[in-house]
């Protein structure tokens, strides 16, 4: 009876390590990384893919390719930070119609209006829920910054 019980506890043992390695398995992220985006300027990467069809992308702010800031006022910043989501969604495979949440983190809200205009160009068809909130300094002292989840079809 004891080495039933034993064999027992083992097997529920077993298969309780097999399906927490499962679940593991499954919530696994892939991290994404694309040169043609700004690189991250900390340690974090530029976005992650998880349950297969669920992206988190970082922060975008108005970086070029090579790391410098895009000289202008929150609408030059805004095309740049726009640009860069666009190019993190393409190497992807796919679209700002993709992004059914966005957070904006502007440095001023008397500049949400022009933001907005040029926020409009990019994601308007989509409409995708959004945050936006006013915030004391942001990276490189720079006007707008922009988070996305993305969605695969």
Request: with cysteine; net charge negative.
């Given at each position: ?73 929150i609408k030059e910043q805004t095309h740049q930070v726009c640009k860069n989501i666009g190019l993190l969604l393409s190497s992807q495979g796919l679209t700002f119609n993709n992004v059914p949440k966005t ?51």
């Open positions: 009876m004891k080495q039933n019980i034993t064999i027992f506890i083992i097997l529920l043992l077993q298969l309780l390590v097999a399906s927490c390695s499962t679940i593991h398995h499954k919530s696994m992220k892939e991290i994404i990384y694309t040169e043609s985006a700004p690189a991250p300027i900390g340690p974090y990467s530029q976005g992650v893919k998880v349950s297969g069809n669920l992206y988190y992308f970082s922060g975008q702010i108005a970086l070029d390719a090579h790391g410098a800031i895009v000289e202008g006022g957070t904006v983190f502007l440095k001023d809200m008397g500049e949400f209006a022009a933001m907005n205009e040029v926020y409009s160009e990019y994601f308007g068809e989509s409409k995708p829920a959004r945050s936006t909130v006013e915030v004391a300094r942001l990276p490189k002292d720079v006007r707008v910054e922009i988070e996305i989840i993305a969605v695969a079809n």
